[in-house]
């Protein structure tokens, strides 16, 4: 994570997914924390087509907002807004990993960058 100021703080995250059957809705828990700073984040999302819609809730900060954006076969491009937070997001998967950039507006935060891997 960097911060506004310039500093980075090492951050810490599990991620569940839960995917519907047919593949057109995705559910996704985050927890995150680094020394100052705890996100848990729940999202729901419908595909349809290349398009993505869906809501956010943010439960540590009580926000909660909507999310839109594309999708192709592995990332994932939103726009996360809520009405005090906007942020672009962009996902991407391989068999054994994914990478999650965040880039909010309005906060000290300028980016949160994610790895995660299962393999």
Request: glycine share 6%; net charge positive.
């Given at each position: 994570?960097?911060?506004?100021?310039?500093?980075?703080?090492?951050?810490?995250?599990?991620?569940?997914?839960?995917?519907?059957?047919?593949?057109?809705?995705?559910?996704?828990?985050?927890?995150?924390?680094?020394?100052?700073?705890?996100?848990?984040?729940?999202?729901?999302?419908?595909?349809?087509?290349?398009r993505?819609?869906?809501?956010?809730?943010?439960?540590?900060?009580?926000?909660?907002?909507?999310?839109?954006g594309?999708?192709?076969?592995?990332?994932f491009?939103?726009?996360?807004?809520?009405?005090?937070?906007?942020?672009?997001?962009?996902?991407?998967?391989?068999?054994?990993?994914?990478?999650?950039?965040?880039?909010?507006?309005?906060?000290?935060?300028?980016?949160?960058?994610?790895?995660?891997?299962?393999?």
């Open positions: 994570m960097k911060l506004t100021n310039g500093a980075t703080e090492q951050v810490k995250c599990v991620a569940t997914y839960f995917i519907e059957k047919a593949g057109s809705t995705l559910d996704q828990n985050l927890r995150c924390a680094s020394a100052s700073y705890k996100i848990d984040a729940k999202a729901n999302y419908s595909v349809t087509g290349s993505v819609s869906g809501s956010w809730e943010e439960r540590t900060h009580s926000a909660k907002g909507e999310v839109a594309q999708v192709t076969d592995n990332h491009k939103l726009l996360v807004k809520g009405d005090t937070f906007t942020a672009n997001m962009t996902m991407s998967s391989s068999a054994c990993k994914q990478s999650i950039s965040i880039t909010p507006q309005g906060l000290n935060v300028d980016s949160i960058s994610i790895g995660l891997r299962k393999c």
